[in-house]
C-alpha cells in the first residue's frame, strides 16, 4: 500500500507541474499583447502605423512558414456521404438572398497573366474537362465547420490545359459579387484543390457558388472564393478581400 501510495502522490506531483507548466505558457502566450509587441518592435503603443506594419511583418513571416511547412502531396481528410451536413450552411460577407445571380448563357471565365492560352471559357467548355468529387470539410475561420460534397475539375488539370506558368508564385482571384482571393502555387497544384461546378451531385446554386467556385480542403473558408469571374497568375502578391483587411493570408487549415 505504501509504494501504490507513493506512486500516485509522484504522478499528482508530476501533474501539478504539467499543469503549472501549462498555465506559464499561455500566460505569456496571452501577454504578447500590443503593448508587449510595442515594446520589442521598438513602437510605441500611440504609434498606430507603426504597430501596424510590425503585425503586418509578423503576418507576412507566419505565411513564410506554413508555405514552408506546407505538404503538396498530403491529402485532407475524406468523409463517407452519410457524413454530409445537412443542410450545407451559406457564408459570405452579405445575406443568402444578396447572393449574385449569373446567366450562364453570358458567363465567361476572364484569363489573365502568366498563362499562355487566355481565351475566354464558356460554361459548356468548362464542364466538358474531366471531373471528380470528394466529400470534405469546409473549415471556417468563424469557428464552426460543415462537410459537404464538390465535384469540378482538379485546379491542376485546368493551369496545365490553359498554359499557366506553375513555377509562378499566385493565383489570384476575382468574383461576381466583387470578392477576390489569392492562394500559392503549391496550393493551386495539390490534387484535391477543385474548380467546382457542383455541390451534392447538382450545379451549384447562387448560394453555394454558381457557377463555379475554388475548393480547397487545405485552406480555411475564406480562401475558398465563389462565383468566380477572372483567374489570374502572377508573381506579384495579389492580397485578398479579407487578407487586406488582417486575416492571415496562407491560412491553412
Known sequence: MKKILTMGQ??????????????????????????????????????????????????????????????????????????????????????????PEIDATDYRLELAGLIRDRKPWTLPELYALPQVSQVTRHICVEGWSAIGKWSGTPFRTFLQRIGADTTARYVGFKCEDDYYSSIDMATALHPQTLLAFRYADRILPAKHGFPMKLRVPTKLGFKNPKHIKAIFVTNEYPGGYWEDQGYNWFSGS
Open 10 to 99: 509522484s504522478f499528482a506531483q508530476h501533474r501539478s507541474r504539467a499543469v503549472e507548466s501549462l498555465e506559464r505558457r499561455l500566460f505569456l502566450r496571452q501577454g504578447l499583447s500590443l503593448g508587449a509587441l510595442a515594446l520589442l518592435s521598438g513602437c510605441s503603443i500611440t504609434d498606430q502605423e507603426g504597430v501596424e506594419k510590425m503585425l503586418l511583418a509578423m503576418s507576412r513571416w507566419n505565411d513564410r512558414v506554413q508555405g514552408w511547412l506546407f505538404d503538396p502531396t498530403k491529402l485532407a481528410p475524406e468523409y463517407p456521404e452519410s457524413a454530409i451536413t445537412r443542410p450545407f450552411p451559406f457564408n459570405a460577407f452579405y445575406e443568402e438572398d444578396e447572393a
